[in-house]
């Protein structure tokens, strides 16, 4: 009797939908950065704020969040690896700055989101690709940092389009 009710509530729900099942494509086209480039942005990052005299962790998240690269200094402190990961899942996710997000305190208790600058999102020809962030400096130079590992790449990402 159940599985007649969920079938019969099934079709209801696909008989009232706006758009018919034949009317839709049949996968989504999703862009991604190819590891090389995510791995330039983060040694970019690192190498930026080591020229400032900070050593730091860059994490590169796609626009899942999911990790595509990571590098630390060997220097930076231990907690770095899990913040720079939380601030680029988090410019991921809600595909703005982390510097932007600060007045949201509806989000501090949003699962893996961490609201602390040095989180940017990875834009590039109007198509979002993810997230980077770097920590281990001051906040607003956790920003710059990552902001040159983007930069690093933009000639190549610009280009592609």
């Known amino acids: 009797m159940r599985r007649q009710i969920f079938s019969i509530i099934c079709l209801l729900l696909v008989s009232f939908s706006p758009a018919k099942?034949?009317?839709?494509?049949?996968?989504v086209l999703l862009k991604s950065l190819?590891?090389?480039?995510?791995?330039?942005?983060?040694?970019?990052?690192?190498a930026e704020c080591f020229d400032r005299?900070?050593?730091?962790?860059?994490?590169?998240v796609g626009r899942d969040g999911n990790l595509l690269a990571f590098l630390r200094n060997p220097y930076s402190g231990p907690h770095t690896i899990l913040v720079s990961q939380r601030k680029a899942y988090s410019a991921a996710t809600l595909q703005a700055r982390t510097s932007e997000m600060k007045s949201r305190p509806?989000?501090?208790y949003a699962p893996g989101i961490l609201l602390i600058v040095g989180g940017v999102?990875?834009?590039?020809?109007?198509?979002?690709y993810g997230g980077a962030?770097?920590?281990?400096?001051?906040p607003e130079v956790d920003e710059i940092c990552a902001d040159a590992g983007i930069v690093a790449v933009k000639d190549i990402l610009e280009f592609v389009e």
Do not use: C, Q, W
Not at 21 to 27: F, V
Not at 53 to 60: C, K, L, P
Not at 133 to 138: D, M, T
């Open 21 to 27: 099942a034949s009317e839709l494509p049949p996968t």
């Open 133 to 138: 962030a770097v920590a281990g400096a001051k």
């Open 121 to 128: 999102p990875i834009k590039f020809n109007g198509k979002f």
């Open 53 to 60: 005299g900070y050593m730091v962790s860059a994490a590169v």
């Open 106 to 108: 509806d989000l501090n």
């Open 34 to 46: 190819s590891h090389d480039i995510a791995n330039r942005i983060v040694v970019a990052s690192v």
